[in-house]
Nanobody, 121 residues
Framework: QVQLVESGGGLVQPGGSLRLSCAASGSIFSINVMGWYRQAPGKQRDLVATITSGGGTNYADSVKGRFTISRDNAKNTVYLQMNSLKPEDTAVYYC???????????????WGQGTQVTVSS
């Protein structure tokens, strides 16, 4: 069973920065994609950023140039550096891991419990 534990959320003023961390269990040699999603009150859960085992990244248009996703394969940890934060970034941020089972060729999804990020003056 894969477990994901997020940390680093909190309250910050507009223009400030936060760094989120997600520690994952499981093999670092698996074919996998890790990412961050967020869900604001009354809205759907949306993609923020993803990063592959090889280091390829993908970002939502709303965070390009402000957020940076990275991973440390030795520590099995993914990070989200958030700069120039805006009130509209306020949401619960969730860590996600997708793992490919090479025998069945099926992908499995795993989610963390979420961490609250609030941007307000």
């Amino acid at each position: 069973q894969v477990q994901l534990v997020e940390s680093g959320g909190g309250l910050v003023q507009p223009g400030g920065s936060l760094r989120l961390s997600c520690a994952a269990s499981g093999s670092i040699f698996s074919i996998n994609v890790m990412g961050w999603y967020r869900q604001a009150p009354g809205k759907q859960r949306d993609l923020v950023a993803t990063i592959t085992s090889g280091g390829g990244t993908n970002y939502a248009d709303s965070v390009k140039g402000r957020f940076t996703i990275s991973r440390d394969n030795a520590k099995n940890t993914v990070y989200l550096q958030m700069n120039s934060l805006k009130p509209e970034d306020t949401a619960v941020y969730y860590c996600n891991r997708q793992i490919l089972d090479v025998d069945s060729m099926k992908w499995s999804d795993y989610w963390g419990q979420g961490t609250q990020v609030t941007v307000s003056s």
